[in-house]
């Protein structure tokens, strides 16, 4: 079980661990233990995340989510099985909190009057003196 807030919580039967060789560390049993872990966590089925949860999430995790509606984290770095898993799961827990969060709505900015007077002060005086380089016609 993961818990991500108070009243969230992703249940084990939502995730499914896999597990391989890995090409981490791992010294002498490297290539006999299998400690690459595969974790898949099952969105679309979960029924610790609301609807409006999973539509917030879906947008913000779209590399990460199969057609199928599988958020796949993938943990090598460790040489142990259970490390490995801590890890994912860890990342799991990370993932959703992040997508999770309100970003707050950006407020656009205001240009000071005083600023843009000033950037146009520039502008007339920079055209003044390109003015000045043109050679005096004789009309």
């Known amino acids: ?7 969230l919580v992703i249940s084990d039967a ?21 400690t690459r872990v595969t974790l898949l966590f099952n969105l679309a089925g979960c029924k610790g995340l609301t609807d409006e949860q ?9 590399s990460r989510i199969s057609d199928k ?9 460790h040489r142990t099985q259970h490390a490995n898993r801590r890890a994912a799961m860890n990342r ?3 993932l959703l ?3 999770l969060e309100d970003t707050p709505a950006r407020r656009p900015t205001v240009i000071p009057y005083a ?6 002060r520039r502008k007339r005086r920079r055209s003044e003196l390109k003015q000045l380089r043109k050679p005096v016609s004789s009309d």
Not at 1 to 7: F, G, K, P, Q, Y
Not at 14 to 34: H, M, T, Y
Not at 69 to 77: C, F, T
Request: aromatic share 4%; hydrophobic share 40%; glycine share 6%.
């Open 14 to 34: 939502d995730i499914v661990c896999k597990f391989s060789r890995s090409a981490g560390p791992g010294g002498q049993n490297v290539n006999k233990l299998n």
């Open 115 to 120: 600023a843009k007077q000033n950037r146009l």
């Open 92 to 94: 799991l827990a990370e």
């Open 54 to 62: 999973k539509k917030r999430i879906f947008p913000r995790l779209a």
């Open 69 to 77: 509606g599988l958020l796949k984290i993938v943990s090598q770095r």
């Open 1 to 7: 079980m993961i818990r991500l807030t108070d009243n």
């Open 97 to 99: 909190e992040a997508a």
